[in-house]
């Protein structure tokens, strides 16, 4: 009898579990049918303004088209332009001198001053100084890109200082020379990307568990080696983000260098985001600018990937 | 769109290609009989007409809202709408403005898009009409009777339906005002130097080593960013030592017309002894054209090469102050060339309210008080019929300095089109990177000519 209870009790208490994986079936159905409910609107709002986008540039750069009137059908003649049109390849080169300001110079120096500001600037100072530090992250670019074309004249601020510490021998409008507009559009790339770098870094840093600093310095390390053994692979991730977010910064540059110098002296400094702009709107050559523009995605991705692919390295080893 | 009709065109089977064939002989039968039918009715509408459209016949009699696609930084277009709505009430404004640069950039699809503006401020008209985007203005032309304009006034605004050749062929524009293009001095500076106006190029050479010489920058000029105004001087010269006719030849794209020549060479040979000799400012190439004005209005500079436009201006905040020359000839007596252009407006091909625009137009050109605005506002000679009057101006004032130049140019048939005009990218793409290299000594003036000239062979291909 009681035999035969407990075996009822079982059964009925697999019945009932029975019953339930079985409900979860049509349960898990709707969780996941909920969660593509909510996420249809953003993929709606990336397939509208990414997506498509992309894939009508793919088809527009094969075809010969001045944006109005029919288009012909070229192949890869336009891809062809771009690789053989020595104008356009030194645009290239020199979205790849901008790496230097807008990725290399940032994310070191910010990784510096970061490292400055935990260990000397904290509490209120050290609020200010971080805010300062991304007030250009808020200002948009077009405003600072004029700021900077003022503080960059013949009579601007940075010439007013250099005269007034005895450099005045060096003074030049340094947009307009065609020497140093490049690195001068570089410097306000600096401005812009150094506050973005530093926040990111420093929070990074603070996630750093406080005790491999005191064991670093029970060993007798000093504030160098502790940067070098403990702070910098610790930021593997952060500096990953900062050099990717950077390297497109720099490749695919248009508003900063569209205000301050709209490309010249000369060409000295033309980027393909700004040789797209002309190519499609003074030119009217749709076709080639959206080839220059695929050509820029696919070299966007050949920087970016590896970079990612290296900091993700990392991640599946620990 | 008929780009799409190319990539994915319907087969067509044997049967229906007949039937379409029937059709489409049906429709043309149908469309020539309309044709015929709506010719002859145009053709007795223009024979029996005998005055121009009324206001009420072109704008009707109940509210309208024109919209206008304008040039930022132009005053004299805003105050005459502003006129005309005053006039008639029914008549209101909703406008747009931009920079030049960004019209430039914008008219194709601006004038292609959905909701087309009734005016519009226009860069070159060749590639618009070639996209059948203009209006032809030449039903207006005669309803209102604008062969009693100049001709010449009306030249740069014609071309072929196809857009090929700029000069002769139905009218797709009209000018707001006809602006021409010269030599700005400061008396002040003038006189500290002694300077007279000059009468030949030897004694304008003669004048900025001078000023030179006693520590006053010769000429402010901007060339900054995407502005090449090295243009302004650079043109000057090539009409001194060339004519103004050959540059005609050459921004209207006439047949074998070059930039290339010995005389556009000696031209900018001379331009570049101006740059090695330091005439301009030292950083022309970081300087643009709001900062030019701006040295100059606070007397940085002796000259700037510039436009009449500019002639109201400086009779509102620097009156007295500021002198007007034609760049003088290449040996005395010699013809004096101005790059002479319309302010271009035209009417896009889809506007709602084109009747009562070209009725706008007509009035600016042919009402008092708008000529009076185009004067005084825009300080340009307001153009029209040859029999109306220039309103009277302030004697001494640069406006008037500047309207009495343009009677010279006119008399010495200098007036000419600008280099950067001559076709829609030859400005950004050729022009200003090249006489940019050149102030910076990177480029010889045969490779700016060369680099030009190739440029424009590759913009007309």
């Known amino acids: 009898m009681s035999h035969t209870t407990m075996t009822s009790r079982r059964d009925h208490r697999a019945g009932r579990l029975a019953m339930g994986s079985r409900a979860l079936v049509p349960r898990a159905r709707a969780a996941r049918l909920h969660g593509w409910l909510f996420l249809s609107p953003a993929l709606a709002a990336y397939g509208l303004f990414v997506l498509w986008p992309l894939i009508t540039s793919l ?45 290399l110079i940032p994310v070191t120096l910010g990784l510096i001053v970061a490292a400055v500001m935990r260990r000397v600037v904290v509490g209120r100072l050290g609020t200010v100084a971080r805010t300062v530090l991304f007030l250009p992250q808020v200002v948009p670019l077009v405003a600072a890109g004029i700021a900077w074309n003022w503080v960059l004249s013949s ?11 005895g450099l005045g021998g060096i003074t030049r409008a340094w947009l307009g020379d065609f020497t140093y507009a490049l690195p001068a559009v570089g410097v306000i790339g600096v401005w812009v990307l150094l506050g973005f770098c530093t926040v990111l870094l420093l929070v990074g840093m603070s996630k750093i568990d406080p005790v491999l600093y005191e064991a670093a310095q029970l060993d007798g390390a000093g504030p160098i080696k502790e940067f070098l053994n403990i702070t910098l692979p610790s930021l593997r991730q952060e500096i990953g983000v900062c050099v990717t977010v950077t390297v497109i910064a720099a490749l695919s540059a248009f508003d900063i260098v569209f205000i301050a110098t709209s490309g010249g002296p000369g060409d000295a400094t033309m980027v393909p985001g700004l040789e797209i702009y002309q190519l499609a709107f003074y030119n009217r050559e749709v076709g080639l600018a959206s080839a220059l523009a695929v050509v820029l995605m696919l070299l966007v991705l050949v920087c970016v990937l590896p970079i990612q692919w290296f900091v993700n390295r990392g991640d599946v080893r620990a | 769109m008929s780009r799409r009709a190319d990539a994915m065109r319907p087969r067509v089977t044997a049967r229906a290609r007949i039937s379409l064939c029937l059709s489409a002989a049906a429709v043309v039968v149908i469309a020539g009989v309309v044709a015929v039918g709506a010719a002859t009715a145009r053709q007795e509408r223009t024979t029996a007409k005998v005055s121009s459209p009324t206001f009420a016949s072109a704008c009707g009699t109940r509210p309208v809202t024109l919209q206008g696609y304008f040039e930022s ?13 005053k006039q008639y009430p029914s008549v209101k404004w909703k406008v747009r403005e931009d920079p030049f640069a960004t019209i430039t950039q914008d008219a194709p699809l601006t004038l292609g898009g959905p909701n087309p503006p009734d005016l519009m401020r226009l860069p070159t008209i060749s590639s618009l009409v070639k996209d059948r985007l203009l209006k032809n203005l030449d039903p207006y032309f005669q309803e209102y009777g604008w062969k009693s304009f100049p001709a010449s006034q009306l030249a740069q605004l014609r071309t072929s339906p196809t857009g090929v050749g700029v000069g002769t062929g139905p009218l797709y524009a009209m000018g707001i005002n006809y602006s021409l293009t010269g030599v700005f001095y400061n008396k002040a500076l003038a006189a500290k130097i002694g300077m007279k106006v000059p009468q030949t190029l030897a004694q304008l050479d003669a004048i900025l080593a001078k000023a030179k010489a006693a520590g006053i920058t010769p000429i402010e000029q901007f060339d900054g960013g995407a502005t090449g105004g090295l243009l302004f001087p650079l043109q000057q010269l090539m009409a001194d030592y060339g004519s103004a006719s050959q540059i005609d030849n050459w921004v209207f794209d006439r047949p074998g017309a070059t930039i290339d020549t010995p005389a556009n060479l000696q031209a900018t ?37 510039d436009g009449d436009w500019e002639s109201g201006n400086f009779d509102a905040h620097m009156p007295g102050q500021v002198g007007f020359f034609l760049m003088p000839a290449l040996k005395a007596g010699g013809p004096q060339a101005a790059m002479s252009a319309p302010l271009t407006y035209g009417i896009a091909a889809g506007a709602k309210h084109a009747d009562c625009t ?15 605005i185009n004067v005084e506002v825009g300080g340009s000679n307001p153009g029209g019929p040859a029999t109306l009057p220039i309103p009277k101006v302030k004697p001494g004032s640069t406006t008037s300095q500047t309207l009495a130049a343009g009677a010279i140019a006119a008399k010495d048939n200098g007036d000419m089109g600008f280099i950067a005009n001559a076709n829609g990218s030859i400005y950004a793409e050729a022009w200003t990177p090249n006489v940019q290299k050149l102030f910076a000594g990177q480029e010889t003036p045969q490779a700016v000519l060369s680099s030009v000239q190739a440029a424009y062979k590759a913009a007309g291909s």
């Not at chain 2, 054209?289 to 040295?295: A, D, R, V």
């Open chain 1, 59 to 103: 088809r527009y750069s094969l075809y010969s088209w001045d944006g109005v009137t029919a288009a012909r059908w070229v192949g890869l003649d336009n891809y062809r332009t771009v690789f053989s049109d020595s104008a356009l390849l030194s645009v290239l080169g020199h979205a790849f001198q901008l790496i230097i300001y807008f990725s």
């Open chain 1, 155 to 165: 009579n601007g601020a940075v010439n007013q200082i250099l005269s007034a510490i």
């Open chain 2, 73 to 85: 930084g132009f005053p004299d277009i805003t105050d005459l709408t502003t006129a005309f709505t």
């Open chain 2, 269 to 305: 040979e001379h331009l570049q002894q101006w740059i090695k000799a330091g005439y301009f400012n030292p950083d022309a190439n970081a300087v643009l054209y709001p900062q030019m004005m701006s040295n100059f209005e606070a007397g940085k500079a002796l000259l700037i090469f």
């Open chain 2, 358 to 372: 070209a009725f706008f137009l007509n009035w600016v050109a042919t009402n008092p008080t708008a000529r009076k």
